[in-house]
């Protein structure tokens, strides 16, 4: 099926308010798919924490464990590096928002000294953050809610970085939490974030691409927001000209690498 042939299919199911029932279809098949290699990772590696299929598929679109790990690894590697190279002086405390079950954000005390870099994450999946927080000790984990504000004080982080967030967020929760994230980090320190941009342009309908195309935020509504259903587009023209116009943007990744970055673009901005 052609992509726009399918996204005319998920536009219907989404508009009937199905798409939900189509993906309890896909999570079932995908837990029979993955059933047996999974219960081979978990026999041969008791000593590491595994979660439960169905927080593990909200949050990640999938119910793989080698990829749970191995993909968190190189995420957290790429952006702890980002974070060193922008942050004015040193990497003491990082922050991921919206950090689900902690994939990213558990490998960021083993990319310093622990004692070098205070490592936090916030989400507002309550069950995911108890599992987190049950699970992944040298992380402090502590949920938010699906509005501002975060439960930490003002200028409290070095960095504050944020994996398909703003990707599942309506408009107005674009900018709300834009200035949320700029409040807990301090001056000199940077917002990493990641977007759906050029790579995710053929999956739109013509009226969609056109709004892109014009520099416009796409929104797919009709579900819960926050949830991976919420989709929203982003075209480089929208975040520099509209969305970050505002910021300096130190940098701009269209993409870097669709294995680890799932496709996404990549920004880089810093609060002065």
């Keep these: ?8 299919v998920v536009s219907l199911l989404r508009h009937l308010r199905i798409l939900p029932l189509a993906e309890q279809g896909r999570y079932l098949w995908e837990v029979m798919r993955k059933r047996r290699s999974n219960e081979a990772i ?26 749970f790990y191995e993909v968190g690894r190189q995420l957290a590697d790429h952006i702890h590096k980002l974070a060193s190279s922008h942050v004015e002086g040193k990497l003491s405390s990082i922050c ?22 205070q490592a936090f994450g916030t989400d507002y999946n309550e069950s995911a953050i108890a599992w987190a927080k049950a699970h992944l000790p040298e992380v402090d984990f502590r949920p938010n809610q699906l509005e501002p504000p975060l439960p930490f004080e003002e200028n409290h982080f070095d960095c504050l970085y944020s994996t398909s967030v703003y990707t ?85 990744e269209p993409s870097p690498d669709f294995a680890v970055m799932g496709g996404q673009d990549v920004w880089v901005v810093s609060k002065q």
């Design 1 to 8: 099926m052609k992509f726009v042939e399918k996204q005319r």
């Design 42 to 67: 978990v026999r041969a590696n008791p000593e590491k924490p595994f979660p439960p299929y169905r927080l593990l598929y909200e949050t990640t679109s999938g119910v793989d464990y080698p990829l």
């Design 168 to 252: 599942h967020l309506s408009e107005k929760a674009h900018y709300d939490w834009l200035k949320e994230n700029l409040r807990v980090v301090r001056p000199g320190g940077v917002v990493i974030m990641t977007t759906h941009g050029d790579a995710f342009a053929e999956k739109l309908l013509p009226k969609e691409r056109a709004q892109y195309d014009a520099g416009q935020l796409v929104v797919r509504g009709s579900m819960k927001e926050g949830s991976r259903l919420f989709c929203a587009f982003h075209s480089p023209r929208f975040m520099r000209d509209v969305f970050l116009r505002d910021l300096k943007v130190l940098l701009h």
């Design 96 to 117: 991921e928002w919206g950090c689900g079950l902690g994939r990213v954000i558990m490998h960021m005390p083993q990319l310093s000294r622990p004692e070098e870099l």
